[in-house]
Nanobody, 125 residues
Framework: QVQLVESGGGLVQAGGSLRLSCAAS????????MGWFRRAPGKEREFVGT????????YYADSVKGRFSLSRDNAKNTEYLQMNSLKPEDTGVYYC??????????????????WGQGTQVTVSS
C-alpha cells in the first residue's frame, strides 16, 4: 500500500504562482509514473499532467501547458507541480496520483493505482 499526500495549496491572486508537492510513503515501488488531476467546483475531475519515472518526459493538458511544470525527486519519493501565471479558472482541488510504469500519456483516472486526498488551490481575480 502506498500513501500519497499533497501539500502547498493556498490562496493566490491571478498571475501568481504556487508549487504543489506530492509525497509518497509506505510501500513505495519503482518504476512509477506520477500524475496530477484537479476538480473545479461543480465540475468533473480533469487531467492536469503526468511525468515519467525518470522525469525526462512530461505531458500536460492544453489548458495548463506553458504555465505549469512537473518535476520529481525519486530519492525523496516526491513530485512537484509548479504553477505559474495562475488564473481564476485554475481554482479547484488538486490531486496527485501514481501508476506503475515508466512513462506514457496517462490522462484517465482509472489508469492510476494510488491517489492522494487533494489540496485546495484558490486563485482570486
Amino acid at each position: 500500500q502506498v500513501q500519497l499526500v499533497e501539500s502547498g495549496g493556498g490562496l493566490v491572486q491571478a498571475g501568481g504562482s504556487l508549487r504543489l508537492s506530492c509525497a509518497a510513503s509506505g510501500r513505495t515501488f519503482s518504476p512509477y509514473v506520477m500524475g496530477w488531476f484537479r476538480r473545479a467546483p461543480g465540475k468533473e475531475r480533469e487531467f492536469v499532467g503526468t511525468i515519467s519515472w525518470t522525469g525526462g518526459a512530461t505531458y500536460y493538458a492544453d489548458s495548463v501547458k506553458g504555465r505549469f511544470s512537473l518535476s520529481r525527486d525519486n530519492a525523496k519519493n516526491t513530485e512537484y507541480l509548479q504553477m505559474n501565471s495562475l488564473k481564476p479558472e485554475d481554482t479547484g482541488v488538486y490531486y496527485c496520483a501514481a501508476k506503475r510504469g515508466y512513462s506514457g500519456y496517462y490522462s484517465e483516472e482509472g489508469i492510476y493505482d494510488y491517489w492522494g486526498q487533494g489540496t485546495q488551490v484558490t486563485v482570486s481575480s
